[in-house]
């Protein structure tokens, strides 16, 4: 029987470091393909994720009118959406064509993590069993980051990230995952990427120690972060009790393996209930949200076909108008 394939996942928010992640499982040996997104002023080392997979994520947000930057994302409602299968159908056949010869591959896109449970659909399609790396990174760093790129403002990204980072971690609870905190990368590099070719049982080999060192020495640079926050600095932010420090401080510390399995369960599950008014506040808010996008589309839809009449008349209009002074 042969060998099941894979695909190692890097999830996390944006600005959270999953490119640098991304970048350190190509390092590990892990292909992530040729079409990747282009470097630029905010990621100068690149992005390490693949362009058509970007796009289709952001295909999927648009079923429900939702965005990148869009809270209570949805998932049964793209899923029950009459053009889901057809991109579902689309991203399987895209993949196929890519890795469909690997028996090891990897995928990154900051915006899977809140769509997991139409990537598990497509995974399952394409017979592969998916690992995941989820990047750790204090919200303080992440929302002013997010600022910066005129992606979010800060409140927003707070609630962008405690969104993702929920989703993350609960629909990754029955796979192998490991969790990276972002800050540890630097100064610790080679000890960061052996602990995640351990956990994911990735396969070693002659070239895999020079090209971790290669990473660490020549990848590596404090420009690749513009901020570091500490605890201390979050509390400040976020007096307790704050779910958004004590998420933190749970992932950070499964990050460095101070969760046993049974800590990890009973914590995860007070954070849950804790969780549930929030999701229950995000979902009504994009619930709200779609109602008055289809009420504008639908209006848009009867206004068009009378702009194009009240076109057709001006321009009628305009034509009598010129045939009246040249008769003169």
């Known amino acids: 029987?042969?060998?099941?394939?894979?695909?190692?996942?890097?999830?996390?928010?944006q600005r959270s470091g999953t490119s640098t992640i991304a970048r350190a499982i190509h390092a590990l040996g892990v292909p992530l393909g040729n079409n990747l997104l282009p470097a630029n002023i905010f990621n100068p080392r690149g992005y390490w994720e693949d362009q058509r997979i970007w796009r289709l994520n952001q295909q999927f947000l648009d079923l429900i009118g939702a965005s990148h930057q869009t809270g209570g994302v949805n998932c049964p409602s793209i899923l029950e959406h009459p053009k889901c299968e057809s991109l579902i159908t689309k991203a399987t056949v895209y993949l196929h064509k890519?890795?469909?010869?690997?028996?090891?591959?990897?995928?990154?896109?900051?915006?899977?993590?809140?769509?997991?449970?139409?990537?598990?659909?497509?995974?399952?399609?394409?017979?592969?069993?998916?690992?995941?790396?989820?990047?750790v990174r204090n919200p303080l760093s992440i929302a002013?980051?997010?600022?910066?790129?005129?992606?979010?403002?800060?409140?927003?990204?707070?609630?962008?990230?405690?969104?993702?980072?929920?989703s993350v971690?609960?629909?990754?609870?029955?796979?192998?995952?490991?969790?990276?905190?972002?800050?540890?990368?630097?100064g610790h590099a080679p000890e960061a990427l052996r602990r995640i070719a351990k956990t994911l049982a990735l396969p070693g080999g002659p070239r895999q120690s020079q090209?971790?060192?290669?990473?660490?020495?020549?990848?590596l640079s404090e420009n690749l972060r513009s901020s570091r926050y500490t605890l201390e600095q979050l509390r400040a932010a976020f007096?307790?009790?704050?779910?958004?420090?004590?998420?933190?401080?749970?992932?950070?510390?499964?990050?460095?393996?101070?969760?046993?399995?049974?800590?990890?369960?009973?914590q995860w599950a007070v954070m849950t209930d804790r969780y549930a008014d929030i999701h229950r506040c995000l979902s009504a808010g994009a619930?709200?949200?779609?109602?008055?996008?289809?009420?504008?589309?639908?209006?848009?839809?009867?206004?068009?076909?009378?702009?194009?009449m009240e076109k057709m008349v001006r321009t009628g209009r305009k034509k009598l108008l010129q045939g009246s002074r040249a008769a003169m």
């Open 144 to 166: 002013e980051s997010l600022q910066r790129c005129g992606l979010a403002d800060k409140e927003s990204g707070f609630v962008l990230w405690l969104e993702n980072m929920f």
């Open 239 to 266: 007096p307790a009790p704050s779910l958004f420090f004590d998420l933190y401080e749970f992932v950070r510390r499964a990050a460095h393996d101070q969760l046993s399995p049974e800590d990890f369960s009973q």
């Open 1 to 13: 029987m042969p060998a099941l394939k894979r695909v190692i996942v890097v999830l996390g928010m």
């Open 169 to 186: 971690v609960c629909e990754t609870r029955q796979s192998t995952r490991v969790f990276v905190d972002y800050d540890e990368l630097f």
């Open 211 to 219: 090209n971790i060192a290669d990473f660490a020495e020549n990848f």
């Open 98 to 135: 890519q890795f469909g010869e690997c028996a090891l591959w990897g995928v990154k896109d900051p915006h899977i993590g809140r769509l997991l449970p139409l990537w598990k659909i497509i995974f399952q399609r394409l017979g592969v069993e998916p690992s995941y790396v989820i990047a």
């Open 287 to 308: 619930a709200q949200y779609q109602k008055l996008l289809a009420r504008h589309q639908r209006r848009n839809r009867l206004w068009k076909p009378l702009k194009e």
